[in-house]
Each structure stands twice: as C-alpha cells, then as structure tokens.
C-alpha cells in the first residue's frame, strides 16, 4: 500500500522559504512520477511542479516557476519541494501525490496516491 506523508510546513515572511518533504512507501517508485499539488481556501486545487522519477525531469506551474523547485532522493525514497521567494499568494495546503505514468500529470482528479497535506501560511 502506497504511503504518502508530508512534513516541513510553517508559518514564513514574505520573502521567505521553506522546504517540503514526502516520504514515499510502499513500492518501488520507478515509473513514478510525483507532484505537489496546493489548495487554498474556498479555491480548487492546483498543480504546482512534478517530477519523474526515472528520468529526473520536472515541470512546474508558471506561478512558481523560478522560485520553487523540485527534486528527489532516491535513496532516502523522499520527493522535495523548495520554495524560495515566498508570496502570501502561496499560502495553501500543500499536497504529494503519486501515479504510475507521466500523462496529464498537471490534473489532480488522475492521481492515485496523496498525502494528508501540509500547511503553508506566508505572512505579508
């Protein structure tokens, strides 16, 4: 059974950043890809960025593009988010997810796995 739990969440500045982990379980994750995904208050969820985990590539939405970025370690089985430069339009509930294949990543609605989410809160 796929296990998704996120950590590293918190209150930062504007300006500021904090990084995300989610620690994957379960199976071998290589034809993987991994996303974050984020919800804000009465808003519906967003992509964010994904990574694939056997080729490395990653893909981000064009609201944190240059500022966020992904990355995995494969040893550790942890997918990463670091967030730099943080808006307190990023304030949202952030949320790994998980599915075996590459296609439509951008779309929640496919994925299989999540994780219980954790909170970001940027103040201005």
């Known amino acids: 059974q796929v296990q998704l739990v996120e950590s590293g969440g918190g209150l930062v500045q504007a300006g500021g950043s904090l990084r995300l982990s989610c620690a994957a379980s379960g199976r071998t994750f290589n034809n993987y890809v991994m996303s974050w995904f984020r919800q804000a208050p009465g808003k519906e969820r967003e992509f964010v960025s994904t990574?694939?985990?056997?080729?490395?590539?990653?893909y981000y939405a064009d609201s944190v593009k240059g500022r966020f970025t992904i990355s995995k370690d494969n040893a550790k089985n942890t997918v990463y988010l670091q967030m730099n430069s943080l808006k307190p339009d990023d304030t949202a509930v952030y949320y790994c997810?998980?599915?075996?294949?590459?296609?439509?990543?951008?779309?929640?609605?496919?994925?299989?796995?999540w994780g219980q989410g954790a909170q970001v809160t940027v103040s201005s």
């Open positions: 990574i694939n985990w056997s080729s490395g590539n990653t």
């Open positions: 997810a998980a599915r075996p294949q590459i296609r439509g990543f951008p779309n929640y609605g496919l994925y299989d796995h």
